[in-house]
Each structure stands twice: as C-alpha cells, then as structure tokens.
C-alpha cells in the first residue's frame, strides 16, 4: 500500500522550500518540468494534441519559460465538454482520488490526483500553512469542507505534513466549532472567510472572548474577501487573518499564499506557472499591470492544466518580498472577469438561475438575485416575478410555484436559497444590460 502523507515525523523547515530559490534555479527547475508536462499532456490527452497541431506547437518547442505563451488556452467549459474523465493524463488505475466542483451547468467539473499529485498538493499546503505562520505543534482546526470540495482535505493533508495537529472538524455546527476552539487549546483555524464571520458573531452572543484563547491565526480563502473584513476579523478574534488561493482546476487550495507580509500571495510558482493576460485580447499584461491570470502546471500528472483560464483578475508584483521568498506574487483577488459570485463556497451564476427559474411554467424572465450577508452567513434571494393569474388564483396555487422554483433552483445549484415571488413590474427594468445581481453583502460589515 502507497501511503500518500509524509510521516508527521518529518520536521518542516520552511527555508529549505524552493519558495527561497535564486530566481535562475527556480527557473530551471520551472524549464524542465514545463518540459516533461507538455509532453505527457501532449502525449496523453487528445485535446492538447489537437489544440497544439492546430496552432502548430511541438512539446520540443518549449525551449524556454517564454515559450509557454505559445501553448493554447484551456478554459471551463473544455472541464464540461470532456466531462467526466476526458482530460485525464493517467490510467484510472493510477488515479487515488477523484474531486469535483460546481460547474456552470448541472454537472460539476471532476479533477483526478495520482498519489504523487497528493503529494504535490500536500508540499504547497504546508508551505501555504508555514507562510501563514504554522508550524510543528499548530493546533489547526480545519473547517474547510470535507468531501468533494477540495478545501478540506487540502488543508488536512498540509497541517498532517507541516507535523501539525489537524482537528478535522469541517464546516457547520457552530456552537461546537467555538466549543472545540476553547476547549482543544486551537491556534490556527483554516475556513472560508465568511464562515469564520459567522463564528466571531456566534462567540459574540454565546459570551465567549475569541481574543483571550490561544487561536492566533485564521487560513482563509476559497472567496474573495476584503481588507476590511480581514481589519474587523483581526481586531475582533485577536488573531491574524491570511489570505489563500486555488481553485479546483489547478489542484484546489494551495496555488497561492500571504505571508507575514499580508501583502499579495506568493504563487508556488515551482509546480503553477502564472501568466497575467488581457481577458479580451488574451495578450501578455506588461509585469504589474492588471489582468486575468492564467496557470500552467508543472508537474500534475493525473490532469496537467494548460494556460487554465482562471477568470481571476490580479496583477503579478515582481518586487521582492521582505519575508525572503523569491516565488512571485499576485494581489489579492476581488473580482472575476465574468459575472460569477460565490455563495457559501459554491459557485454561482446568474445565468444559471436563470436557466433554472425559466424552466418552470409561471414566471416571467424578470428575476434579480439579492445578496445580503446575515449574522456573517451570506443569504441569497432570488426575487422573481410570476405572471397575474398566479396572483388572482389561488394561495394554494403560489405556494405551490414556490416549491417548484426553489427545487429547480437547488437542483441546479445545490444550494437552498431563499426565492420570492413578487408581482408583475415590482423588478425595475433597465435600458442598458439588466443588472440581475445586486450584492449587499458588504454593506453593513464594511461600513
Ligand atoms: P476551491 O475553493 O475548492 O478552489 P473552486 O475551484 O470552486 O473551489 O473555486 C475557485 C475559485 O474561487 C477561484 O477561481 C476564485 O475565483 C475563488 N477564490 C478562491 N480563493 C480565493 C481567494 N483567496 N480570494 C478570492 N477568490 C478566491
Ligand atoms: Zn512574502
């Protein structure tokens, strides 16, 4: 049997991490994995071949780290349209796990690890843990999801490899997370950063001082969140608040990491090469100019990712970090370059509400998504008008339309939310493009 953690045992020594490597041995190491990957994405999985023909691009013409932006794009839909298994660069037999996120239709994207991919995964989730100031004898309670969602066993895997102790707890059941935290003598706590929201209010009407127990650091990502909500997170529970970046595509959580700096999020660019592109034209953004970042892996075995598309919008700072890594940063993400948002750590878009509310007799396409932010949890209402009849019939008759549209939306989404069924003409109609999504929820927080 093939064990995929490295022993506990192992102490961690950030330093000797290629996140301080002299930038020409970083990029030689960069070459040559760019190398080897390109050929087993080219050798192994049809549409690279196809799309490199067609542009023709050899896996021997990447002669230097400037020849990536000769490779093709791979975006979402490529994820979809080979649903589920088309992308995958191993035999199944290789293959030890299986991960999935919600796609933008009804079928979620499938992501596949070899043992040594869990590996790699684990490498960049201890030094994400270490950059964010755990070591060995951390006590780190993961409320990142378990299970498809690739946030907890990502950070599991981390906090077990730094020779940490990892409370796997997972999300939800608030009044136990704070029981835990008190009572396990927690010093870090990995989440989403609205979850942890909702535990700092929690702790605040169950009477418990967040600041007077030993938790001193919170590891949050998988949405954007601001600088003023990172401000009102650190001031209310006493700790420090990291951001982290990933997404499921590349390898999930462990793509990107704050350091004590908390001044942009070094790229473990040694496995993910990062490439700063204008969304329209798709040409390179001149270094510190503001973009949609695109990734290449660098060593993924079981599903190499191309220039993945990632529909992020940062900027790449080149100036070296005070904390000594030399791997590159990205500025915090705010925003994407398409209309997505994310709600309780599920993707989000509008067009799918849509699809989902017009599949059900009764309304009318005029629909708004309201999101608020309640007691640190984000709520979502989907406001939608239904035709006059509805509202001269029967309360029987509404309520039943009700059912029905809340199912279609959980359906597609996998997320209960809250829908309202309002009259015609109550949604204000635009002249330009209609703005189906009106975000509250940084309204009260950020004040
Ligand atoms: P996962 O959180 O498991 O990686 P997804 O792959 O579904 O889940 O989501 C990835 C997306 O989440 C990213 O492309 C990005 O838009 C968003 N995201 C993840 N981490 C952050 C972060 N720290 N700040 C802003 N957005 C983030
Ligand atoms: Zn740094």
Not at 165 to 191: E, K, L
Request: proline residues 5%; glycine residues 8%.
């Amino acid at each position: 049997m093939t064990t995929n953690v490295k022993p506990a045992a192992c102490v961690f020594h950030p330093a000797s991490t290629p996140d301080f490597l002299p930038a020409e041995q970083l990029q030689h190491l960069q070459l040559e994995r760019l190398q080897n990957m390109v050929a087993r994405a080219y050798n192994h999985v049809s549409l690279f071949r196809q799309r490199m023909d067609e542009r023709k691009c050899k896996p021997q013409d990447m002669k230097c780290l400037s020849d990536v932006a000769r490779l093709p794009f791979t975006v979402k839909a490529d994820l979809r349209d080979t649903y589920p298994f088309g992308l995958f660069a191993s035999d199944m037999r290789d293959v030890v796990r299986l991960h999935a996120s919600s796609g933008t239709t009804g079928k979620p994207i499938v992501v596949a690890y070899t043992a040594e991919d869990v590996q790699v995964w684990t490498n960049v989730m201890v030094r994400t843990l270490a950059a964010c100031g755990c070591a060995e004898g951390d006590i780190i309670q993961n409320a990142y999801g378990y299970g498809l969602f690739t946030g907890g066993l990502g950070a599991h895997y981390g906090a077990e490899g730094l020779g940490a102790t990892v409370i796997p707890i997972s999300g939800g059941n608030t009044d136990r997370q704070i029981m835990v935290m008190q009572d396990f003598g927690v010093t870090a706590i990995c989440c989403t950063p609205s979850y942890f929201l909702h535990i700092v209010e929690r702790a605040g009407e169950m009477g418990v001082d967040l600041k007077a127990l030993p938790i001193r650091a919170g590891v949050f990502g998988a949405e954007p969140w601001s600088d003023a909500m990172r401000a009102y997170m650190e001031k209310a529970a006493g700790i420090k608040a990291y951001d982290i970046y990933g997404l499921t595509e590349i390898i999930g959580p462990g793509v990107a990491s704050e350091c004590r700096e908390q001044s942009g999020l070094h790229v473990f660019e040694d496995y993910f090469y990062p490439e700063i592109v204008n969304p329209q034209t798709l040409e390179p953004v001149p270094d510190g100019g503001e973009g949609e970042l695109v990734l290449t892996t660098l060593a993924k075995k079981a599903m190499p990712m191309i220039r993945y598309r990632t529909r992020d919008i940062t900027s790449l700072i080149t100036e070296p970090c005070p904390c000594g890594r030399t791997i590159r940063r990205i500025r915090r993400i705010g925003r994407r370059s398409d209309d997505m948002f994310i709600i309780r750590g599920i993707n989000v878009f509008p067009s799918q509400v849509e699809a989902a509310l017009l599949a059900v007799e009764g309304t009318l396409p005029h629909y708004q998504i309201v999101l608020t932010r309640q007691k640190g949890l984000d709520e979502m209402d989907v406001q939608v008008e239904v035709t006059a009849a509805f509202f001269s019939d029967k309360v029987s008759a509404l309520e039943s339309l009700h059912d029905r549209l809340s199912s279609a939306i959980e359906h597609t989404l996998g997320l209960r939310v809250k829908v309202s069924l309002v009259e015609p003409h109550t949604i204000e109609r635009s002249m330009g493009k209609a703005k189906r999504l009106i975000d509250r929820r940084n309204e009260k927080t950020e004040a």
